[in-house]
């Protein structure tokens, strides 16, 4: 959680310097994640089965800190933990939960190549064999045909965690298709050209936000990825998804006057009772921060 709540502070522009309102919290919680390495470069405890996640999204934060500050403190951890994510590769293809552990998925892949391409944004070394086993996997679980990306089967539906697949239906939500898609664009694949791309898109586009409680369709881990993909993807794609991003969004932050809860998100979706409201709040957050936290990958117009 200390990873993405410093994402949605960099990607807002806070950073460790000077005395802004946000400078003490940027500051602890990267000595916290720097403190917290291993000498493998691996971020945070390994108690927890999904504890790789953690880590690509510590390490996502750290290098994107380094390329904000270019401070000389944050390069080395950023390093470190982008050597552990080569290390941590599945031979010739992606990653999953366990370091070489043989088996693939598209979601943590999805993390571990934004982190990737922040470091090599930021100037560190990236082992460029990974960008290829990315890039091969994500073919592997697209569907041909319609372009829906599986999470570990081609073609199929999100995971979801036990227990929790009635309450939020998997095919009311495009997750691991919008990975895929921003996954294909950060390795170079041009959204203007790209078949798979523009088929994703128009899967996004039959699920799109709306905050409704009770029909199961909140899946803030989708609107991230989607609102990412899909401000690259621009023109008609990005300018009806966005409208209806913002308001299923704004409208849905506690407002003033409530207490702890003031300016965050309710925790509701699949993914809610593990990340609680600081992952829905910092997701919300990061949806959106889109417009000014990466620019389009090929210059395309708004």
Not at 22 to 35: C, D, E, K, P, S
Not at 47 to 56: G, K, L, N, P, V
Not at 116 to 142: C, N, V, Y
Not at 172 to 181: I, L, P, R
Request: aromatic share 12%.
């Amino acid at each position: 959680m200390t990873g993405l709540a410093l994402l949605a502070f960099l990607g807002a522009g806070y950073t460790d310097r000077g005395d802004g309102k946000f400078t003490r919290n940027v500051r602890a919680g990267l000595r916290y994640l720097i403190r917290s390495q291993d000498e493998e470069g691996c971020f945070g405890m390994r108690s927890s089965q999904h504890f790789i996640y953690s880590h690509a999204i510590a390490a996502l934060a750290m290098s994107e800190a380094y390329w904000m500050t270019r401070n000389p403190r944050y390069k080395r951890p950023a390093q470190e933990a982008l050597n552990f994510i080569s290390r941590s590769r599945n031979p010739y293809l992606a990653w999953r939960y366990e370091p070489r552990g043989g088996e693939n998925d598209t979601s943590v892949t999805g993390w571990m190549v934004m982190a990737l391409k922040s470091g090599k944004f930021a100037g560190l070394e990236i082992d460029p064999d990974a960008f290829d086993g990315a890039r091969q996997w994500i073919d592997k679980m697209t569907d041909p045909e319609f372009g829906q990306v599986g999470y570990n089967m081609p073609g199929g539906t999100p995971a979801r965690p036990e227990g929790l697949q009635d309450r939020f239906p998997p095919e009311k939500s495009q997750s691991m298709t919008a990975v895929g898609m921003l996954t294909r664009i950060f390795l170079g694949e041009d959204p203007r050209t790209s078949v798979a791309i523009r088929k994703g898109a128009r899967l996004c586009l039959e699920c799109p936000p709306v905050w409704n409680p009770d029909d199961g369709s909140i899946d803030m881990y989708y609107w991230y990825y989607a609102t990412l993909a899909l401000f690259q993807v621009g023109d008609d794609s990005w300018r009806q998804w966005n409208k209806a991003m913002v308001p299923a969004i704004v409208r849905s932050q506690h407002p003033e006057g409530q207490g702890s809860r003031t300016g965050s998100w309710d925790p509701i979706g699949p993914w809610g009772p593990d990340g609680g409201r600081v992952y829905s709040t910092a997701c919300m957050v990061m949806c959106l921060e889109v417009y000014y936290r990466y620019d389009r990958v090929f210059g395309l117009g708004r």
